[in-house]
Each structure stands twice: as structure tokens, then as C-alpha cells.
């Protein structure tokens, strides 16, 4: 029998979201529910087959070569920057992505956000639970600015509803063209004007090296001082230390953020303190939709794996060194 681990199964609903008992007796499984930190080439020594949850569990080459027994990966969604592919293949280890279904709950997340700074909802909660009443003014999002970094799939979607809540909506990214914004409804500016004039700025881009530390001192610095950032993409595109500065100093509105340099946020990071903020676990994936989309394809991929027929491979080339 075969030893499965299912990683990062925080809400603890992985056996509930798949038939696993179609595997039957081939493998046997054990669930993690926390994040393994420095001890996960101790907890994952005894697998031949693991289920990764998006990124949440880095895989560098590190880590492969202290799993020997190790033979067969999946992965929920088709991307993950910390998985090293180069590595696995190298090891004869194949690795298999799932569907995604759909991102619709990640535009919901950053319009939820973007709606809670507005109406300070997390302040005026708080105060209720407290016994307090009405200790805050709100804003409207009708006739303000709307500021996009980013106008691909995701960002054109929270275009669009920014323009259905009245919202003057404008654009910025190193590739987008004043045609592609025109076909969205949108105005492209460039990205000084998009810092300085939005009312809330909302990042939309993949972590790339071009996109690291994309929204820096410089960045923050124009914003005005009623005006809120907004985060559903990755932590790394804003530089974490500036945006601090920013918000114990009061010179932006606050910060709304789903993503952070390092996940799960340490308990003890100023972050967690910082004035200003709506705070959420990277929730943006995190639907049972497309947590059932996740595991279902898992289950049907190490069953195809199992089987010998074919499967949603990432690293083709470890199937020359499996084989």
C-alpha cells in the first residue's frame, strides 16, 4: 500500500469534498491540516504520493532530494512559483495539476473588501460586539476613483463591476494598450496618475520579477490620504516594510489585504496590528466550489496515476525518467 499525504487542509474538508474511497486499498491517507513549516522533509518522509494545496507548501529542490520515496505529486489549480518542476523531473517525480473552476470568488473577495473599507465594516463589528453604535463615517464607491493594476481576466472583471456601482474605473500595467482598456470600458493612465488619483487601488497582476515590490515608497507616497490599497493577488507586489511606514504614519486611507509576504501570517506580525486595515486569510480561492473542483480532480488524477492511464501532467519530461 502506498502512503498519501493531503497538505494544507485548514478547514479540515478535503475527505469531504472528493470521493477518496474510490482509491480503495491502494493507499493509505493522512491529512495535515497545518502548514509544516521547517519539519516538512521529517513529516513527508514516509509518502510516496502528495497532494499540494496551491503554494502553500514550498517545494523547492531542497525538499525533493530529502524524500527518496517519493513518486508522484498533484497539484490544485495548473501554477505554483514554489514548486520546483525542474527538480521533480530530475527525480522521475510526476506531477499533475487540476481544473480550477471558476475565479468569479476572487473578484468577489476584492470587491468584499474594497465595500468592507468603505463602510468600515470591520471597525463598526467590532464596536457592536464591544456595545458601542456608530463610531464611524463611511463612503460611497459611486462616483470615486476605481484604480486597477492589472486589466487581465480578473482585473476586467472588477472593472466592471466598479462601473456598475458608478465608479470611474482607470488602468495600469506594463503591457496594457490604451486598446485593450478602450475594450474593457476603461481608462488607461499611466502609473503615477493611477497612485495619485484613484480613491481605491486594487492589484490585479501575477508575481513575477517584474511585479515584485511593484508598489513601493514612491507608489504609496502619491496616493491620497483617504485612499485605500487593495490586495487579492500576492503579498510580494507591494513592499510589505513601506506599506507599514504608510499606515502607523496615516498618510493613505488604510490598506485592505487577502495576501501576504509569508503564509500563514505569523501571529506576532505587526501587520496584525497595523491601523487601517481589512485583514483576511488568503480567502480569494478558498470557495467550496472550487475547493470541490480541487479534490475531485486530485482523487481522479492519483487514481489515473495509479492505473497507468493518462493524467494532467505538468512535467512531461519526468515521464521519460518514471517510465
Known amino acids: 500500500m502506498l502512503e498519501l499525504a493531503i497538505l494544507d487542509d485548514y478547514q479540515r474538508v478535503a475527505l469531504s469534498l472528493a470521493d477518496w474511497g474510490s482509491l480503495g486499498d491502494r493507499v493509505n491517507i493522512t491529512v495535515f491540516d ?36 517519493l513518486k508522484f505529486m498533484t497539484l490544485t489549480g495548473a501554477r505554483s512559483p514554489s514548486l520546483d518542476l525542474d527538480a521533480a523531473s530530475a527525480r522521475g517525480i510526476v506531477v499533475s495539476h487540476t481544473g480550477y473552476g471558476s475565479q468569479q470568488s476572487t473578484v468577489e473577495l476584492a470587491w468584499s473588501l474594497i465595500l468592507a473599507s468603505a463602510r468600515q465594516i470591520p471597525t463598526e463589528t467590532a464596536g457592536m460586539r464591544a456595545g458601542a453604535w456608530q463610531t464611524t463615517v463611511g463612503r460611497v464607491v459611486d462616483g470615486k476613483v476605481l484604480g486597477l493594476l492589472g486589466l487581465g481576466k480578473l482585473g476586467s472583471k472588477v472593472a466592471a463591476i466598479g462601473k456598475a456601482f458608478g465608479m470611474e474605473v482607470q488602468a495600469w500595467s506594463q503591457n496594457l494598450t490604451a486598446e485593450m482598456a478602450e475594450a474593457a470600458g476603461v481608462r488607461r493612465v499611466d502609473k503615477e496618475t493611477l497612485f495619485r488619483t484613484s480613491d481605491w487601488v486594487s492589484i490585479h497582476l501575477v508575481l513575477s520579477e517584474r511585479s515584485r515590490g511593484l508598489v513601493a515608497a514612491p507608489e504609496l507616497a502619491l496616493m491620497k490620504p483617504d485612499a485605500w490599497l487593495v490586495n487579492t493577488s500576492r503579498g510580494p507586489i507591494i513592499d510589505e516594510a513601506a506599506l507599514l511606514a504608510v499606515l502607523e504614519a496615516g498618510t493613505i486611507g488604510g490598506a485592505a489585504l487577502d495576501v501576504y509576504d509569508r503564509e500563514p501570517l505569523p501571529a506576532d506580525h505587526p501587520l496584525r496590528r497595523a491601523p487601517r486595515t481589512v485583514l483576511t486569510p488568503h480567502l480569494g480561492f478558498v470557495t467550496e466550489d472550487t475547493y470541490r473542483v480541487f479534490y475531485r480532480d486530485t482523487v481522479e488524477d492519483v487514481a489515473a496515476w495509479l492505473a497507468g492511464s493518462p493524467i494532467r501532467v505538468m512535467n512531461p519530461a519526468a515521464l521519460l525518467r518514471s517510465s
Request: hydrophobic share 50%.
Open 34 to 69: 497545518r502548514a509544516l513549516g521547517p519539519d516538512a522533509a521529517a513529516k513527508l518522509a514516509p509518502f510516496d504520493i502528495v497532494c499540494l494545496m496551491r503554494e502553500r507548501t514550498p517545494f523547492p529542490a531542497t525538499l525533493f532530494q530529502a524524500l527518496p520515496k
